[in-house]
């Protein structure tokens, strides 16, 4: 069964600093990666996909994140933090074969500080 | 174009009462999902419809969870007997065609349910 962990409840960044969200991943075979945002009274925004190719993928808002196999991880980063940027932001992964629907993290707390 | 809408947006109810939630997803998509958000526990999967599929129902955590999709289109979650551990946001999500090929799913804003 695949598993997604974020190990941060809360990362806290000042804003204009890079920042960075962690996301590790189980998976039998390939992973299909995903990073979605909640923002308050919201429901889940999507963000940014790896499904094959260039490690590096590139989504909304700035955002970009590197799948990393070796390490069976997929962070989620931005060069330069905006106040806006605060959020719940969840990962979510499924294995790219069958119908397993996603399996997402618990989220992690992002706050930028003015 | 409209996005996933879900009604009602909050929900009161006593413990032992029937609820309905409601999930309208976008126009042309044949997949249709359920979870559930609790403080701390991220996103639970419910329930999975795709086409006229049998649904994925390996997530519903209990017998007194259901859920129907008419038409291919609207869906209804029902939980019999609520109980107080069901409070929680009931988010529903939609899909051009099911999960081949990696494809997003599009979330609604959620049902925030409150079993007294």
């Known amino acids: 069964a695949q598993s997604v962990a974020q190990p941060e409840d809360q990362v806290n960044v000042a804003e204009g600093n890079p920042l960075t969200v962690k996301c590790t991943y189980s998976v039998s075979g390939n992973p299909y990666l995903f990073w979605y945002v909640q923002y308050p009274n919201r429901g889940l925004q999507f963000l940014l996909k790896?499904?094959?190719?260039?490690?590096l993928v590139k989504g909304s808002y700035g955002f970009e994140a590197e799948f990393n196999k070796s390490q069976t991880s997929f962070h989620l980063k931005k060069p330069s933090a905006l106040v806006s940027d605060s959020a719940l932001y969840f990962c979510?992964?499924?294995?790219?074969?069958?119908?397993?629907?996603?399996?997402f993290g618990k989220g992690t707390r992002l706050s930028v500080i003015a | 174009g409209a996005g996933v809408s879900q009604s009602p947006s909050n929900k009161v109810t006593e413990k032992g009462k029937d609820v309905e939630l409601r999930c309208d997803p976008i126009s042309g998509h044949t997949a249709l999902y359920w979870y559930r958000q609790s403080l701390g526990q991220g996103l639970e999967f419910l329930i999975y419809f795709q086409g006229n599929s049998a649904p994925d129902k390996s997530g519903l955590p209990s017998d007194r969870f259901s859920a129907e999709r008419t038409g291919g289109s609207v869906s209804t979650l029902t939980i019999q007997r609520t109980q107080q551990e069901d409070s929680a946001v009931y988010l529903c999500?939609?899909?051009?065609?099911?999960?081949?090929?990696?494809?997003?799913?599009?979330f609604g804003p959620g049902t925030r349910l409150t079993v007294l």
């Open positions: 790896y499904i094959t190719g260039d490690n």
């Open positions: 979510a992964v499924r294995p790219s074969s069958g119908n397993t629907p996603l399996v």
């Open positions: 999500a939609s899909s051009p065609q099911g999960l081949a090929g990696g494809r997003e799913q599009f």
